[in-house]
């Protein structure tokens, strides 16, 4: 099969679809790659090295999209690439759909079949191709936050562990997934105080046990978090339903009571987020303050470490990858339903049941 790798055009979105690693291993199962030139440039992936691995070096994205039959990327396309896809092909990247209605239109008339990361599952329940990014803005989620708690972002001017004799900020984290723990491990590291809430008693008593008492946890419920909330000095959103649009669990009217310079990082803003006030946001320009509280709402966050992330994501997709090329969509998602809970859009069709019902004004 002919893979086609693209090179990222989301605003500093730096990440790459296939390392040199992955294109070695595709064509050893003999697949052909062809990767646009500069794909991997801005994290130290030359063309020379794709070349090496058995690449083809396409001159410009319209030829990737134009030939190839297995698009694999990382963030959700644009529409010009929307544009440029047709039937018959088979996209593979992150969708975030529920948020997306814009997307899901032209990804719907463009014909292709879309399987998104975040919703492909493993046997165990878990989101394979969601978790390593997951990790990686769990942990980013705390040092964007500290930063913009300094007095210079326009933060309260508070560094997050304190120091002796003056107390460490308070740190909120709602949701206590992949995400959330990941967050907590940061905060509790640089010395904050913690609090973690899910509504998921077996997920506090798993964090409980991981944690002991260098964090609090808390049950999330409305009256709970609104008390969090206003006592707090960075709340991190970290709350996922797998496909759907996320609930809003901080309400406008709660920021005019919070502490001023406080600050919100939404990491759940990919599926619209998780505070009533989010907006997307980019790393040229990542926050903007509502009633006296920062928002810091990247929906790429993981691609300020771009090759971090790039690795991490690769060596959780490159199994998919081997399955889709060598089988065919169709096939592969036939004899795995785990990779089958990944397709989002097929035929004109939203299929994903929670992206369905979040898009209902688009699919009915």
């Known amino acids: 099969m002919l893979v086609g790798v693209p090179k990222e055009i989301k605003v500093h979105e730096y990440r790459v679809g296939a390392t040199p690693h992955s294109v070695r291993e595709l064509v050893r199962h003999g697949h052909q790659v062809l990767v646009e030139s500069g794909a991997g440039a801005a994290i130290g992936l030359t063309d020379a090295q794709y070349l090496e691995a058995g690449a083809t070096i396409a001159a ?29 092909q088979t996209l593979f990247t992150y969708l975030h759909l529920a948020a997306d209605p814009e997307q899901a239109r032209l990804l719907m008339a463009s014909g292709t079949t879309a399987i998104a990361y975040e919703t492909v599952t493993a046997a165990n329940g878990t989101l394979p191709l969601l978790a390593p990014m997951s990790e990686v803005a769990g942990r980013m989620a705390i040092q964007a936050g500290a930063h913009c708690l300094e007095k210079t972002q326009g933060g309260a001017g508070l560094l997050l562990g304190g120091v002796p004799g003056v107390a460490p900020a308070k740190v909120l984290i709602l949701g206590g997934g992949v995400v959330g723990y990941n967050a907590a491990l940061i905060a509790v590291g640089m010395g904050a105080q913690v609090t973690v809430m899910d509504r998921s008693l077996d997920r506090l008593r798993h964090l409980d046990s991981l944690f002991g008492n260098r964090i609090r946890s808390g049950h999330a419920v409305s009256g709970a978090i609104e ?46 987020g998780c505070f009533e006030t989010s907006r997307p946001t980019t790393h040229a320009d990542p926050t903007f303050v509502v009633d006296g509280i920062i928002h810091y709402c990247v929906s790429n966050m993981p691609g300020a470490v771009a090759r971090t992330s790039a690795f991490a994501l690769n060596n959780a997709t490159l199994p998919f990858v081997l399955a889709l090329a060598g089988k065919g969509s169709q096939q592969a998602m036939a004899d795995d339903p785990h990779l089958a809970a990944g397709l989002n859009v097929h035929e004109g069709r939203i299929i994903h049941p929670a992206v369905a019902a979040a898009l209902v004004a688009i699919t009915t």
Do not use: N
């Not at 994205?61 to 990382?74: C, D, G, N, S």
């Not at 759907?244 to 759940?268: C, F, H, I, N, Y």
């Open 60 to 88: 410009s994205a319209a030829e990737v999209f134009a030939q190839a039959e297995l698009i694999v990327k990382v963030k959700e396309p644009q529409p010009q690439e929307c544009r440029q896809l047709h039937q018959g």
């Open 227 to 272: 008390a969090q909330v206003l006592g707090a000095d960075l709340i991190v959103g970290a709350v996922l339903i797998p496909g759907a649009a996320t609930p809003k669990l901080v309400p406008r009217e709660w920021l005019a009571r919070m502490k001023p310079g406080s600050v919100l990082v939404d990491v759940s803003i990919d599926q619209g």
